[in-house]
């Protein structure tokens, strides 16, 4: 496993994030085996929010932690203010949503907060100043914006210096090989070339979900797939990667999972895993180095 730091928070943070999603509390033995695994392979952060499952997810995760008594060694990725149909954008909907996961995590902090969605039409101001309430509280070290315009975060971060408060440590958009046709969600973020070199100028840390394309690579097949990732260039870019998996002796997934982690920017990638040995195979593909000219064989061909 690799690590790799951001502003705000003193402890490292697996490259590979383990998504929540596939935890459940109605199917402890899967999820503790999931966790486990990740552990063992030296994994230590992952991926929450309020949204999930209506709480279910969190609470699984919870209750591992408390049963391993490893609250002190994880690191938490949590998310709030999801807008459920509606904006829930606001100071309050922080406090509320936080309230609640932390009631969930069976603790009284975590160690990375984002905003599931934006309101560009709301201000920052007060945002910032509630964020860096919270750090002072100790209820969140670190914070960012998922699903976020690189404006709003330049904006959210200028507020903050000139109120000499902390600022956003980290973008969560998309990022993968597989372009895609449209988002998966509403008010997604797949981020862009002019992002993707406003980070590496800035080497401004970036932690990408849907990191292997939905699944994608691994032949993952679903509507949603179809729907967003089923074009003639990702049909393209699976032949490299198929090919480049054959070369180097991995999977199809972890050559596309590497694809994102070897960027010339900061990156960590939010992991989806149904199973354990999807598990071993994101914390395995850290160890894949791939270089420039590789990276970009295998998104844009000879």
């Not at 960012?144 to 902390?166: P, V």
């Amino acid at each position: 496993m690799k690590y790799g730091r951001i502003a705000g928070l003193d402890a490292d943070v697996s490259k590979v994030v383990l998504g929540s999603t596939t935890f459940s509390d109605k199917d402890l033995d899967r999820t503790f085996a999931l966790l486990d695994r990740f552990v063992e392979l030296g994994g230590n952060a992952v991926d929450t929010a309020h949204v999930y499952a209506h709480g279910g997810c969190t609470q699984a995760f919870g209750k591992w932690m408390t049963a391993r008594g490893c609250r002190d060694r994880m690191v938490t990725f949590d998310k709030g203010c999801h807008p459920y149909g509606s904006p829930r954008f606001s100071p309050e909907y922080i406090d509320s949503d936080l309230a609640d996961n932390l009631k969930h995590l069976q603790t009284d902090h975590i160690e990375i907060w984002a905003f599931h969605r934006d309101d560009s039409d709301y201000p920052l101001e007060p945002i910032m100043r509630r964020l860096n309430e919270h750090k002072a509280a100790g209820r969140m070290a670190a914070f960012g914006g998922s699903n976020w315009s690189l404006d709003r975060i330049r904006e959210a971060n200028a507020i903050a210096e000139a109120h000499g408060w902390q600022g956003l440590s980290f973008n969560n958009p998309n990022l993968s090989l597989a372009t895609v046709n449209e988002p998966m969600w509403g008010g997604c973020v797949t981020i862009d070339a002019e992002g993707r070199r406003w980070h590496e100028a800035t080497q401004y840390p970036l932690f990408s979900w849907s990191s292997t394309g939905g699944g994608y690579f691994g032949g993952v097949d679903s509507d949603d797939v179809r729907r967003v990732y089923h074009n003639e260039e990702n049909a393209r870019r699976k032949v490299r990667v198929e090919a480049m998996a054959r070369d180097k002796g991995a999977t199809p997934v972890q050559i596309a999972l590497a694809w994102t982690l070897n960027q010339p920017f900061p990156v960590w990638a939010l992991v989806g895993c149904r199973n354990v040995d999807e598990v071993t195979q994101a914390c395995e593909a850290t160890a894949i180095a791939l270089s420039r000219d590789e990276c970009d064989w295998l998104e844009k061909g000879d």
